[in-house]
T-cell receptor, first 115, second 113 residues
Framework: ETGVTQTPRHLVMGMTNKKSLKCEQHLGHNAMYWYKQSAKKPLELMFVYSLEERVENNSVPSRFSPECPNSSHLFLHLHTLQPEDSALYLC??????????????FGPGTRLTVL | KQEVTQIPAALSVPEGENLVLNCSFTDSAIYNLQWFRQDPGKGLTSLLLIQSSQREQTSGRLNASLDKSSGRSTLYIAASQPGDSATYLCAVKRKGNFNKFYFGSGTKLNVKP
């Protein structure tokens, strides 16, 4: 499989549940990203990992916990979420280089609904 | 702080029309600017990437220009088709933090048959 994949594609969870989102990239990239996309809002960058080290954390609540075990896999662990956390969660990867040609490749997203 | 603005927020045009989408950014210290397409409930697909040293890029019916000094980019779509209906987002990669991309809110395009 090529590109960036995300599982599951859809997730419904209660506020007391614990679940995880998974992202996998097959592009040999060094950087991976989690974004949140809510209705009528710009993409919100949540976390950035470069070479498996977290380099950016945009003041995300602790109920979201990222994990990057290797450069190909990225997880987002969810616990005690709120209904306002319902959104499309997008994963992306890039080479992570400083050059002008670096671009992001996105997965299809996980549509999360918190009841 | 880099801010990216896209105008208009929504656009509805009849099929066959040529159209222009606008993107502006506040900090001209960028590595590149990219235009993406997003279909409802889906991920983003890259359309065009313009490096900071370039002025424009073309792919098929799409042409994107970049004026770094004024902080503006335009995406020109020629002979629009119903299949072009989607949300179009622009993003800049800012110098100084090469792992961060700044996105606009997007322009939602509807091309009517």
């Amino acid at each position: 499989e090529t590109g960036v994949t995300q599982t599951p594609r859809h997730l419904v969870m209660g506020m007391t549940n614990k679940k995880s989102l998974k992202c996998e990239q097959h592009l040999g990239h060094n950087a991976m990203y989690w974004y949140k996309q809510s209705a009528k809002k710009p993409l919100e960058l949540m976390f950035v990992y470069s070479l498996e080290e977290r380099v950016e954390n945009n003041s995300v609540p602790s109920r979201f916990s990222p994990e990057c075990p290797n450069s190909s896999h990225l997880f987002l662990h969810l616990h005690t979420l709120q209904p306002e956390d319902s959104a499309l969660y997008l994963c992306a990867s890039s080479q992570g280089a400083s050059g002008e040609t670096d671009t992001q490749y996105f997965g299809p997203g996980t549509r999360l609904t918190v009841l | 702080k880099q801010e990216v603005t896209q105008i208009p927020a929504a656009l509805s045009v009849p099929e066959g029309e040529n159209l222009v989408l606008n993107c502006s950014f506040t900090d001209s210290a960028i590595y590149n600017l990219q235009w993406f397409r997003q279909d409802p409930g889906k991920g983003l697909t890259s359309l065009l990437l313009i490096q900071s040293s370039q002025r424009e890029q073309t792919s098929g019916r799409l042409n994107a220009s970049l004026d770094k000094s004024s902080g503006r980019s335009t995406l020109y779509i020629a002979a629009s088709q119903p299949g072009d209906s989607a949300t179009y987002l622009c993003a800049v990669k800012r110098k100084g933090n090469f792992n961060k991309f700044y996105f606009g809110s997007g322009t939602k395009l509807n091309v009517k048959p």
